[in-house]
T-cell receptor, first 113, second 115 residues
Framework: AQSVTQLDSQVPVFEEAPVELRCNYSSSVSVYLFWYVQYPNQGLQLLLKYLSGSTLVKGINGFEAEFNKSQTSFHLRKPSVHISDTAEYFCAVSYQGAQKLVFGQGTRLTINP | KAGVTQTPRYLIKTRGQQVTLSCSPISGHRSVSWYQQTPGQGLQFLFEYFSETQRNKGNFPGRFSGRQFSNSRSEMNVSTLELGDSALYLC??????????????FGPGTRLLVL
């Protein structure tokens, strides 16, 4: 069965520092990869997605992610974080033949001033 | 364009009762998916509807059901509520024409508390 593992449940960083949120997936078929962000008391907002083509994907709010097929990873990065980036981040996959998203457990990003 | 709306936003029920949640997708979107979010299980797929037909279903008991109307609005129903049904229920819509890589747009969710 396909699954998504987010390696860190919590990531604390200082403001203006770089951050990487790690995501690994398992799948025997081609996948489509997504990162969503959830702010407190809100739904999910798409940050970026990888469907095909260039393995480096740029998203909103200065985030980017790199698809690595050999390592089955899709890590999210931002070179300099802001207090407003405090939120929970979810990695998700979908794949041919399945009309659904499979989510990781989420990573809570906390920005300290 | 208005986003996905869900009503009600908060709900308190007691064990054994049933509940109906509503979701209005983005105008023009024909696919509606439902997800359950809990601290223990995370985000789990419930079901997806496209043009009034259930196209995919997650691994939930039959107490969880849904439907979609001709205007693409969707409802989900949970019968005989259990304490473990307390969760945030999220609805997501998409055009539904080119899954699975198509972006799903999420609503703010309905927070259900079962006492």
């Amino acid at each position: 069965a396909q699954s998504v593992t987010q390696l860190d449940s919590q990531v604390p960083v200082f403001e203006e520092a770089p951050v990487e949120l790690r995501c690994n997936y398992s799948s025997s078929v081609s996948v489509y990869l997504f990162w969503y962000v959830q702010y407190p008391n809100q739904g999910l907002q798409l940050l970026l997605k990888y469907l095909s083509g260039s393995t480096l994907v740029k998203g909103i709010n200065g985030f980017e992610a790199e698809f690595n097929k050999s390592q089955t990873s899709f890590h999210l990065r931002k070179p300099s974080v802001h207090i407003s980036d405090t939120a929970e981040y979810f990695c998700a996959v979908s794949y041919q033949g399945a009309q659904k998203l499979v989510f990781g457990q989420g990573t809570r990003l906390t920005i300290n001033p | 364009k208005a986003g996905v709306t869900q009503t009600p936003r908060y709900l308190i029920k007691t064990r054994g009762q049933q509940v109906t949640l509503s979701c209005s997708p983005i105008s023009g979107h024909r696919s509606v998916s439902w997800y359950q979010q809990t601290p223990g299980q995370g985000l789990q797929f419930l079901f997806e509807y496209f043009s009034e037909t259930q196209r995919n279903k997650g691994n939930f008991p039959g107490r969880f059901s849904g439907r979609q109307f001709s205007n693409s609005r969707s409802e989900m129903n949970v019968s005989t509520l259990e304490l473990g049904d307390s969760a945030l229920y999220l609805c997501a819509s998409s055009q539904g024409l080119a899954p699975p890589g198509e972006t799903q747009y999420f609503g703010p969710g309905t927070r259900l508390l079962v006492l």
